[in-house]
């Protein structure tokens, strides 16, 4: 069984900073691409970021310049560094993960829970 697991939302000031985690734990063997989304009030779930084993990133336009995705692959976590936030990044931010949890299986897509982010003044 696989489980992820967000943390490190909450009620932050526009212009301000969290740091989002996202920790994998059971029977993993190997944690390919990882990758942030978020899903706001009556709109859709968008990717927010994306971060392959390597390290190589991807990022929506919308957040370049102000969020870091970042991941230690000894810890099997992921973590988003969002600084400079807005109004607008007020959503239900929920981390995925393909992952193998057996060498002859194939991975499989997981998703969190989801953590509450809000930027209000």
């Known amino acids: 069984q696989v489980q992820l697991v967000e943390s490190g939302g909450g009620l932050v000031q526009p212009g301000g900073s969290l740091r989002l985690s996202c920790a994998a734990s059971g029977t993993i063997v190997r944690i390919n691409a990882m990758g942030w989304y978020r899903q706001a009030p009556g709109k859709e779930r968008e990717l927010v970021a994306t971060i392959t084993r390597g390290g190589t990133t991807t990022y929506a336009d919308s957040v370049k310049g102000r969020f870091t995705i970042s991941r230690d692959n000894a810890k099997n976590t992921m973590y988003l560094q969002m600084s400079t936030l807005k109004p607008e990044d007020t959503a239900v931010y929920y981390c995925?993960?393909?992952?193998?949890?057996?060498?002859?299986?194939?991975?499989?897509?997981?998703w969190g829970q989801g953590t509450q982010v809000t930027v209000s003044s």
């Open positions: 995925n993960a393909e992952i193998s949890s057996a060498i002859w299986v194939g991975p499989a897509d997981y």
